[in-house]
């Protein structure tokens, strides 16, 4: 059976995080659908619980409460890696393996969840074109990326495996303006692919930076989403 156009990818329903430790509400039992087309972005205060929530959303981080629902149906433990597969979380500083970019790039195919898919130069050097670096750029070692090449890096790493989600966790707080443009471009560009099909969330400090990624704008404040 098919799922009708208009289902949202991700649904969230009354989705909450505590810290048993400190006996604190991280995120107030939230609400919140995502459907394909929209960019939404997120933002507030340093520890209002922006990355609680995206992490939840990926399920990398267990929730207390809630349910999350994908193109209607829950998740159960079975399509957990399914799940994942079409959710893409982007971190701030991403975790970068020992050797080349295009090691890094040529790993996710070792994964069990990608072994019907593989590896393509072609594209991930158009990919890093549009972010405004050459070929030999997958020549490069990992541990002589600036912050802004590891993050391009990161991306094309996840934007290879066709993602229909993206959520980004401040991608860009940590680098010089032209890099952040180049990130977006890349972003961008990943839209444009599928124009109507994809969606992200991207949390950002940056007030231009928010009308640049997104038409749908959102604030987190002290773990409640309005």
Request: aromatic share 6%; no cysteine.
């Amino acid at each position: 059976m098919s799922t009708p156009a208009d289902t949202p990818l991700i649904r969230a329903t009354a989705l909450t995080r505590r810290d048993p430790i400190r006996d604190l509400v991280l995120l107030h039992p939230t609400t919140f659908t995502l459907s394909g087309g929209q960019r939404a972005v997120i933002t507030g205060p340093s520890g209002s619980g922006k990355s609680v929530f995206l992490r939840a959303l990926a399920l990398l981080d267990r929730a207390d409460d809630g349910v999350i629902q994908w193109r209607d149906k829950t998740i159960t433990r079975a399509r957990i890696p399914a799940y994942r597969r079409r959710i893409a979380y982007i971190a701030q500083r991403p975790a970068m393996l020992d050797g080349s970019v295009e090691d890094n790039l040529r790993y996710p195919f070792s994964l069990k969840v990608y072994r019907d898919v593989r590896f393509d130069r072609d594209r991930v050097v158009n990919l890093a074109r549009r972010a405004g670096r050459e070929a030999d750029f997958l020549d490069k070692r990992a541990s002589e990326l600036s912050g802004g090449e590891a993050q391009v890096a990161a991306l094309i790493r996840v934007l290879q495996v066709d993602p229909d989600v993206l959520l980004l966790d401040e991608p860009t707080a940590s680098l010089d303006p032209a890099s952040a443009l180049e990130i977006e471009a890349l972003v961008g560009a990943w839209f444009d692919e599928h124009p109507g099909e994809r969606a992200s969330i991207w949390v950002s400090h940056d007030p231009a930076q928010a009308q640049r990624v997104g038409e749908r704008q959102l604030v987190m404040t002290a773990g409640t989403l309005s």
